[in-house]
């Protein structure tokens, strides 16, 4: 089946530097992919829609300076942490269908911890 | 997105069967109804979904009434690789659409 693949799995960085997290559609194509922050017990939070081609619409809430979205291609796209900081401790997960099927349900990466320390 | 609303938790025991209800008062005609797991450190997966009356597959029944603002996910004979938080989405099923999730169903199993 259509997976999607999530890199890396865990980070650990130092406040005020930058982690990227790469989001790939292994075998189908994703115009649009969607990117979720979640913290411990909580549920999953949409922080942004990532286009293909265009800009990324961010939820309300959500600095686009400070997560930014780059979807270059149909089966890429990243998610920067920039300037992290400690608060930014979280669980990063995206998400992506493929466009090619109907009614397809959503599939999602593996999840990325990420640790500011 | 229809606004679900599921039990925060349940337990149950090995062997037994499980039913999870999720109430969507407000589901519109085009909504199909998801349910997805998700194990700790893991991102979500698919489990099973519909749009009315019950669907069956390998891991899981959904059983939606006529008037579809409710449905009832069914585990059979859960072991304890089934302990995970499950949570019920409402929606269009586009692919530029996001999934929006609510508190979901923490479910416990024991042996």
């Known amino acids: 089946g259509a997976v999607v693949s999530q890199h890396p799995s865990r980070v650990i960085c130092k406040s005020g530097t930058s982690v990227k997290i790469e989001c790939r559609s292994l075998?189908?194509?994703?115009?649009?992919m969607f990117w979720y922050r979640q913290f411990p017990k909580q549920s999953l939070m949409l922080m942004a829609t990532?286009?293909?081609?265009?800009?990324?619409?961010?939820e309300q809430g959500v600095e686009k300076d400070k997560f930014l979205i780059n979807h270059a291609s149909l089966t890429l796209s990243t998610l920067t942490v920039t300037s992290a900081h400690p608060e930014d401790s979280s669980f990063y997960i995206c998400?992506?269908?493929?466009?090619?099927?109907?009614?397809?349900?959503?599939?999602f990466g593996q999840g990325t911890r990420l640790t500011v320390v | 997105l229809a606004k679900t609303t599921q039990p925060i938790s349940m337990d149950s025991y090995e062997g037994q069967e499980v039913n999870i209800t999720c109430s969507h008062n407000?589901?519109?005609?085009?909504?199909?109804i998801t349910w997805y797991q998700q194990f700790p450190s893991q991102g979500p997966r698919f489990i099973i979904q519909?749009?009315?009356t019950k669907v069956t597959n390998e891991v899981a029944s959904l059983f939606i009434p006529a008037d579809r603002k409710s449905s009832t996910l069914s585990l059979p004979r859960v072991s304890l690789s089934d302990t995970a938080v499950y949570y019920c989405?409402?929606?269009?099923?586009?692919?530029?659409?996001?999934?929006?999730f609510g508190k979901g169903t923490t479910l416990s199993v024991s042996s």
């Open positions: 998400s992506a269908r493929d466009y090619g099927q109907l009614n397809t349900e959503a599939f």
């Open positions: 075998d189908f194509q994703a115009t649009t």
């Open positions: 990532s286009n293909e081609g265009s800009k990324a619409t961010y």
């Open positions: 407000n589901i519109a005609t085009n909504d199909y």
């Open positions: 519909g749009y009315k």
């Open positions: 989405l409402v929606g269009a099923n586009q692919a530029g659409t996001a999934l929006i």
